[in-house]
Each structure stands twice: as structure tokens, then as C-alpha cells.
């Protein structure tokens, strides 16, 4: 029951995105573990977040530089503007869409059907990202 | 340092302009290039005897060094019994399959590696030069088609990184402009020679798209596509890369 909502939400919100571009409620229904949420940021085979951002994460030597710093991103955007951003903004733009498995080709065997992260997962960066006031 | 992506008119750049300068002194120096210990396997394997013909490579072509000068900047080139571009390792096969009645070398294995590398090496400092013929044009297109689409979980094109984010970094590592100028090359990464090939897999893994099996046709049209697209840069088998 709670699955099906979560997918209604996407398909709505994610294709009415350019109407509004936020998502203000929460994939699983309760909030997030910012702690977790920074320890999928900043895994290069989970989260891959750090292939392209760079942001307020010292011990990390290598971070990317294709996007924008994730410092401060909190405070720049809400935490349903973060949610929708991560789980697709509807953009033309080289940032995976996090929970979508359709509209792909070519999906290697292992992840195929697959969302990059779970709804649980994104809550948890979603929690995190809202920490990064500044 | 290089700085942001540039338009497309802007002067094309090889890997080896991104990497640092102890890895390009690697790929100087004869003597610390790891990549001429495959160049010289190359060497002996040219003039071994093989297969039912029990004929060396030498037999039929020479002296590599005259009658391989230039090969390798013209493949993938059309084979008109194929009816399609072959890559440089499909072409040795055929001669080893054809001419020697030897069994195919296996893609990656260290003989096809090592005399492709030799072949290659005797092309070093000349221009890539892809012959575009109305055969060979389909299959360009092809090639460039792959380049531009999107794929894999994480929906993501290689142009994307190539063409529109050269010169940034992916988690520390500067993006080239994906030039296939020295391949098959000593990757540091793979402590090992790969091929064009296998680098391509890299990056497919990398973006979590079923990879193509060595040697498919999608392969050989992306390589031949990459190659076309480095028309007039030169060659620098065997390379080093990070």
C-alpha cells in the first residue's frame, strides 16, 4: 500500500515537474537519518554523489567538479526541492534520476529494474543535505 | 591546468595532455614504458611460424617496420569481404584464421595484445587517418549514434562527459575528450596493456550499461566513430595512461 503510494508520487510530481519543483512528502513516510544520508554521499559505489560534487566532506581526497558544491544546500534549497531534485528533477541534465527505472536502455544486467537508491536511502540524504546550512 | 569545456572548434587534446608529468615521462622514455615489453612480445610473435601454413606474419608481410608503417592509423577500416569495418585485432585474426590456418588469438589475450601493440608502435608519431567512404559512412553513423545516447542506470551518454564536461574532474580524475590516439596502451590502473575496447568497458561499467561482447559490430562502429573524430591527431602506441 505505502509502495504504491510512493510510486503514484513519483509518476505525478515527477512528470508535473516545470509546475512546481519540489516534493514535499516523504518517500517512506517518516523522516530520514542524516548520519546515514552522509555515509551514502560520500560512497563512491552507492550514493556516487562525490563523482561529480564537490562539498564540505575534508577526508574525501577526491570530489568531483561537475556540479554544483554541495555546501550550504540546505540552506539554498527546502528539503522538498532536495527530494526532487535527487529522485529526478525532470531536467535535461547529467544527474541521474536516484528513483526511476523506467525510460532507460541498455541497464546492465545487475542493476536492471533497479532504482539507484531506495526510498529509504534518499530520505536519508535527503536528511543529511538539509543539515548543510552553510 | 586545463580549464572549462571548451566549443568545439577549440584545438582537440589527447589523454596525455591531462595527465601528470611523471605518468607522460613514462610514455617518453622508451626504457621506463612498460607498454614496449608487449611491443617487443609483438616483435617476436611477427616472426614466429604458426598455425597449419606454418608461416610467420614475416613471410607474407616483411619487415614490419616498412610494411606496417601507417596500418594502424587507418583501422577500423572497411573489409569488403566482411562487408564492414574490421578493427585492427579482427584483421590480425583473419590473417591467422586465413592465411596461417592458426586458431583466432583471444581478444585481450597477451598475443593479440603484443602484436597489435607491435603494429601499432610502427605507426607512432603519424597522423590518424580514417578512410570515410560511402561503404564506411553507416557504420560512422552508427558510432556516432552510440556517442550520443544516453544509457545505462545512469542514463548517461558519453558525449555527456566527453564533449560537455571535458577538462572537469570525475572524483578527482580529469575528463578527456576521449581520443583513442594510443591504443592498445599500458594502463597503470590495469598494471597491464588493454585495448581501445577495454577501456570503452570502463567507461560503460562505470555508467552501469550492459557492456558489448569484444569484437561486436556496436564496438567496432564506437571505435571507429572515436577514431574518425581523432582524424590528424597522432598516434602514440603504446601509450600510458593513468
Redesign the interface.
Same mark, same amino acid.
Given at each position: 500500500m505505502q509502495l504504491l503510494m510512493v510510486f503514484a508520487l513519483v509518476c505525478t510530481v515527477g512528470s508535473a515537474y516545470g509546475a512546481g519543483d519540489t516534493m514535499p512528502a516523504s518517500l517512506t513516510g517518516t523522516r530520514g537519518d542524516p548520519a546515514h544520508g552522509r555515509a551514502i554521499v560520500v560512497n563512491?559505489q552507492l550514493g556516487?554523489c562525490?563523482?561529480?560534487h564537490g562539498g564540505p566532506f575534508p577526508e574525501e581526497?577526491?570530489?568531483?567538479?561537475?556540479a554544483p558544491d554541495l555546501k550550504g544546500v540546505g540552506a539554498r534549497l527546502s528539503e522538498g526541492q532536495l527530494r526532487q531534485r535527487i529522485v529526478d528533477s525532470g531536467k535535461i541534465s547529467?544527474m541521474?534520476?536516484y528513483f526511476r527505472t523506467e525510460g532507460?536502455?541498455?541497464?546492465?544486467?545487475?542493476?536492471q529494474g533497479?532504482t539507484?537508491l531506495s526510498a529509504q536511502q534518499i530520505e536519508d540524504v535527503v536528511a543529511y543535505l538539509a543539515t548543510l546550512r552553510d | 591546468m586545463l580549464a572549462l569545456p571548451a566549443s568545439a572548434d577549440e584545438a582537440r587534446r589527447s589523454g596525455y595532455d591531462f595527465m601528470s608529468r611523471a605518468t607522460r615521462a613514462m610514455q617518453d622514455e622508451d626504457a621506463a614504458n612498460t607498454g614496449m615489453l608487449w611491443v617487443k612480445d609483438g616483435e617476436a610473435l611477427w616472426n614466429g611460424k604458426a598455425g597449419g601454413a606454418n608461416r610467420a606474419c614475416a613471410d607474407c608481410h616483411g619487415d614490419a617496420v616498412a610494411s606496417m608503417k601507417g596500418v594502424a592509423t587507418r583501422y577500423p577500416a572497411f573489409d569488403a569481404r566482411m562487408r564492414r569495418p574490421v578493427s585492427l585485432e579482427q584483421r590480425i585474426n583473419l590473417c591467422r584464421t586465413e592465411k596461417q590456418k592458426a586458431t583466432p588469438l583471444a581478444h585481450e589475450g597477451p598475443d593479440l595484445l603484443a602484436l597489435s601493440a607491435y603494429i601499432g608502435m610502427q605507426s607512432r608519431g603519424m597522423p590518424i587517418a580514417i578512410v570515410m567512404d560511402e561503404n564506411t559512412k553507416p557504420f560512422l553513423e552508427a558510432g556516432r549514434e552510440t556517442f550520443n #545516447?544516453? %544509457?545505462?542506470?545512469?542514463?548517461?551518454s558519453c558525449a555527456?562527459?566527453h564533449e560537455?564536461?571535458w577538462g572537469?574532474?570525475?572524483?578527482?580524475?580529469p575528463?578527456t575528450q576521449a581520443h583513442p590516439t594510443g591504443y592498445p596502451l599500458y594502463r597503470l590502473e590495469w598494471q597491464g596493456v588493454g585495448s581501445l575496447q577495454r577501456r570503452l568497458r570502463n567507461c560503460?561499467?562505470g555508467t #552501469?550499461? %550492459?557492456?558489448y561482447a569484444y569484437g561486436a559490430p556496436e564496438f567496432v562502429d564506437l571505435e571507429l566513430f572515436l577514431m574518425w573524430r581523432a582524424n590528424g591527431m597522432t598516434l602514440e602506441t603504446p601509450a600510458v595512461r593513468p
Open positions: 563512491r556516487l562525490i563523482l561529480c581526497r577526491f570530489q568531483g567538479d561537475l547529467i541521474p534520476a532507460l536502455i541498455r541497464v546492465a544486467p545487475a542493476f533497479k539507484i | #545516447r544516453r %544509457q545505462g542506470q545512469l542514463n548517461l555527456q562527459c560537455d564536461n572537469r574532474k570525475l572524483a578527482g580524475n575528463i560503460l561499467v #552501469r550499461t %550492459q557492456a
